[in-house]
């Protein structure tokens, strides 16, 4: 295994025990509980019903599930996971209206599915989980974020001051911006600090094709 591949394993380790701590809105047995139901979620019987339809809303049912999370949560978890290209704003402001609060949903979505499509990518097992901590979440969020006509407030700069909106989306949580960005950083340059053997334009090229092929929003 190249030193690159291992450092950025090494680092989605440490990834995975943090999903183990408390975060800001949700304890840290529920982030496990996510992790565990965004591994589970394709094989979802409802959703894959929903895809075959033209409209997700078309099928109604109750997701195949553990039972340990709120069923919003459940459905936001299946929805991005399974379906994110046909994600509504009105899908969006249902969720919220069904009881899901906007900080808890950005902490949610920072989940380990950038982790785990590493592992598949290399037909590994998924990382283990650690056995969560105790603690109570500590609701921290931003008030430096702006509505821009996006679903959620976003930040008004995204960590090291970019004004990327892919950086800014999830600011409203600080704590699940960094999470995040700390997940994705080493799967995108593998490794910090070495020479990658793509330069950025390639890198974007292979990305823009990939989230294409995948209906992706980026």
């Not at 046909?86 to 380990?112: C, I, K, N, P």
């Not at 995204?158 to 699940?176: D, M």
Request: proline share 5%; hydrophobic share 40%; aromatic share 8%.
């Amino acid at each position: 295994m190249s030193p690159s591949i291992e450092a950025t394993r090494a680092r989605h380790r440490e990834i995975v025990a943090r999903f183990a701590q408390t975060g800001s809105w949700w304890s840290a047995v529920d982030r496990n509980v996510i992790v565990e139901e965004t591994r589970s979620a394709p094989d979802c019987q409802l959703c894959r019903a929903r895809r075959a339809e033209l409209s997700p809303e078309a099928v109604t049912g109750e997701h195949d599930n553990s039972g340990r999370l709120p069923p919003i949560a459940v459905e936001v978890i299946h929805a991005v996971r399974n379906d994110s290209g046909r994600l509504t704003r009105r899908w969006f402001d249902h969720v919220v209206d069904m009881g899901m609060q906007e900080e808890a949903y950005v902490e949610l979505v920072a989940s380990a599915v950038i982790i785990d499509t590493d592992s598949q990518a290399k037909d590994r097992q998924f990382l283990e989980l650690e056995v969560p901590a105790r603690g109570f979440p500590d609701f921290i969020r931003s008030d430096a974020v702006v509505d821009v006509g996006a679903w959620l407030p976003v930040a008004e700069r995204g960590i090291t001051g970019s004004t990327a909106h892919i950086t800014r989306s999830l600011g409203l949580v600080p704590s699940a911006l960094k999470l995040f960005f700390d997940t994705f950083e080493p799967s995108y340059y593998m490794q910090e600090g070495k020479a990658f053997s793509l330069d950025h334009d390639q890198v974007e090229l292979v990305a823009s094709r990939v989230s294409t092929v995948n209906q992706c929003f980026y």
